[in-house]
């Protein structure tokens, strides 16, 4: 069974513009999360959808938003990027909700100019 | 509220010693515990998962955990450190209301030929 795929691998933008980020959950999972990873603050966990439904979010500003489709993949949009908003942004996925492992993408590293 | 402690920034053993990287947790309720290895420019890798049962967990890759409630710990074990080892490792509890993982800051072994 293929893992948790993530797209784009690595980005550059600047200051102002907006990002989208991709993922795809391992066949049949319906739960995708997504964290966030930085030096400075770790592992940070953004929210959580589940059935087209945002389930959980956390402490993050408006800017940070994400959606899930019919088919479970899952994308996340950054506004209005910011420096501090360089990080490497990973996605998993689990097949429901308790008790569940999650499963984690290779992640998406985000480079904010 | 959730949190995770990972006394130690890193851990230096010698190939074919056993090593432990250590973790401390708090929660409310039942924890449900993991541990998770990063290797550079990855994602993280599912090691193996505490959530009810027997005390020694065993996982991926010969490491094991023991749970122990009393002392609020899951620390990582392995008998014999491999060159291949070396990496990033993370504990993780999950918030019991909902599917997200509270990440300790991590611990850097490394295992020296």
């Known amino acids: 069974k293929a893992g948790v795929t993530q797209t784009p691998r690595y980005l550059i933008k600047t200051r102002g513009q907006q990002v989208t980020l991709s993922c795809s959950p391992i066949?049949?999972?319906?739960?995708v999360s997504w964290y966030q990873q930085t030096p400075g603050q770790g592992l940070q966990f953004l929210f959580e959808?589940?059935?087209?439904?945002?389930?959980n979010k956390g402490n993050f500003p408006g800017r940070f938003s994400g959606r899930q489709f019919s088919n479970s993949r899952s994308e996340m949009n950054v506004s209005t990027l910011e420096l501090g908003d360089s990080a490497l942004y990973l996605c998993?996925?689990?097949?429901?909700?308790?008790?569940?492992?999650?499963?984690f993408g290779p992640g998406t590293r985000l480079l904010v100019l | 509220a959730q949190s995770v402690a990972q006394p130690e920034d890193q851990v230096n053993v010698a190939e074919g010693n056993p090593l432990t990287v250590k973790c401390t947790y708090s929660?409310?309720?039942?924890?449900?515990l993991f541990w998770y290895v990063q290797y550079p420019n990855r994602g993280l890798q599912f090691l193996l998962k505490?959530?009810?049962?027997?005390?020694l967990v065993k996982g991926s890759y010969g490491f094991e955990a023991e749970f122990n409630k009393s002392q609020t710990s899951f620390h990582l074990k392995k008998p014999s450190a491999l060159v291949s080892d070396s990496a990033l490792y993370f504990c993780?509890?999950?918030?019991?209301?909902?599917?997200?993982?509270?990440f300790g800051t991590g611990t850097r072994l490394t295992v020296i030929p």
């Open positions: 998993a996925s689990s097949l429901a909700r308790s008790q569940e492992t999650q499963y």
């Open positions: 929660v409310s309720g039942n924890p449900y």
């Open positions: 505490y959530i009810t049962g027997d005390n």
């Open positions: 066949s049949g999972h319906r739960s």
């Open positions: 993780a509890v999950r918030d019991p209301g909902a599917n997200n993982l509270f």
């Open positions: 959808y589940f059935s087209e439904t945002q389930r």
